[in-house]
């Protein structure tokens, strides 16, 4: 687990270098003017903090296709992006209401709901900014498919149309366990799933590897929501770095709150079990991914 969490940091160091790039006011190419609140909203809401999972799995994915993390690292810095837009609007008041996100006060405590909004709205735009560029891979008809496959898990038919159910659900008195399954495989697993198959596109694998790489991150993101909401249960604002136990006050239908703690605890080795599985056609490649697996389902915040 040690040697994971090296690559794991050294991965987001890697994608740190490149959003602080992405975000000097100096190095945009853009002609017009670019408001300095907006972009201090922006940095806020996507520097310095974060696993970075979601490029870490774009760039193992790729890597088991000969793909370096030099090379793939952009296209895992644009699903970033997308992640930190996602959690600026998640945050908003009209959302799920939080004021703490990575041990720091949330964008809209920090600048305003008005300037949140819109940061959100910069990051997810600067996201697809980033795909078109020839950084992300060599090949336009590469970068295309990167785009269908980011908008459509970032969009209606993913994170935010899992979002909108997660709302929905709060106005429920119950909630049956495929609902919840359903609204977590959009609004969580999408970006994951979309990561893991990101990785394959990026190194032209083939149809087989790609949905073997797509089941692994259903497995994942599966798996990272249900310790979350194990988390969010058990662990503490200070620990997490946002707050917990909202769940539980809201009354949100969650499977921790369907199973127990002990039974989801054993469904979330159950999903691990399964996805180190998944990897096996790809031998000693996988170890890296087995690692993040493992980690998904052990770590602490």
């Given amino acids: 687990m040690t040697e994971f969490k090296s690559i794991l940091k050294s991965h987001a160091d890697r994608v740190e270098q490149i ?39 774009v760039m193992e994915c790729a890597r088991l296709f000969g793909i370096e993390p030099s090379q793939s690292v952009w296209a895992g ?46 990051l997810l735009t600067l996201a697809f900014d980033v795909l078109a560029r020839e950084e992300v891979h060599q090949d336009s008809a590469t970068r295309i498919e990167l785009v269908k496959l980011y908008a459509r898990n970032a969009g209606l038919g993913g994170m935010v149309g899992g979002q909108m159910l997660d709302l929905e659900a709060e ?24 990561a893991c198959e990101a990785g394959a596109v990026l190194g032209g694998a083939s149809h087989e590897e790609r949905s073997t790489l797509l089941k692994f991150g ?22 997490m770095g946002k707050q917990t136990g909202k769940d539980a006050d809201r009354g949100k239908g969650t499977l921790v709150s369907l199973y127990g703690l002990e039974m989801a605890r054993a469904r979330a080795d159950e999903l691990l079990q399964e996805a180190i599985k998944t990897l096996a056609p790809f031998g000693e490649k996988a170890d890296v991914l087995i690692g993040a697996a493992r980690f998904t389902v052990d770590r602490k915040n």
Wanted: glycine letters at 6%; hydrophobic letters at 40%; aromatic letters at 4%.
């Fill in 19 to 57: 959003l602080i790039t992405l975000l000097d006011e100096g190095r945009l190419d853009y002609e017009t003017a670019r408001p300095e609140k907006l972009m201090q909203a922006m940095r806020h809401s996507s520097l310095d903090g974060g696993k970075r999972l979601r490029p870490f799995l």
């Fill in 77 to 122: 810095c644009a699903l970033e992006l997308i992640h930190c837009y996602s959690l600026v609007h998640d945050d908003l008041p009209a959302m799920d209401d939080d004021d703490l996100r990575r041990g720091r006060p949330t964008t809209h405590i920090a600048y305003g709901e008005d300037t949140a909004i819109l940061a959100g709205d910069a």
């Fill in 171 to 194: 106005q429920k008195p119950q909630i049956s366990e495929d609902e919840i399954l359903t609204l977590q495989a959009m609004k969580t697993g999408a970006l994951i799933r979309c």
């Fill in 218 to 239: 259903a497995l994942v993101g599966q798996a990272f929501q249900l310790a979350d909401d194990i988390l969010d249960e058990t662990s503490n604002a200070e620990t």
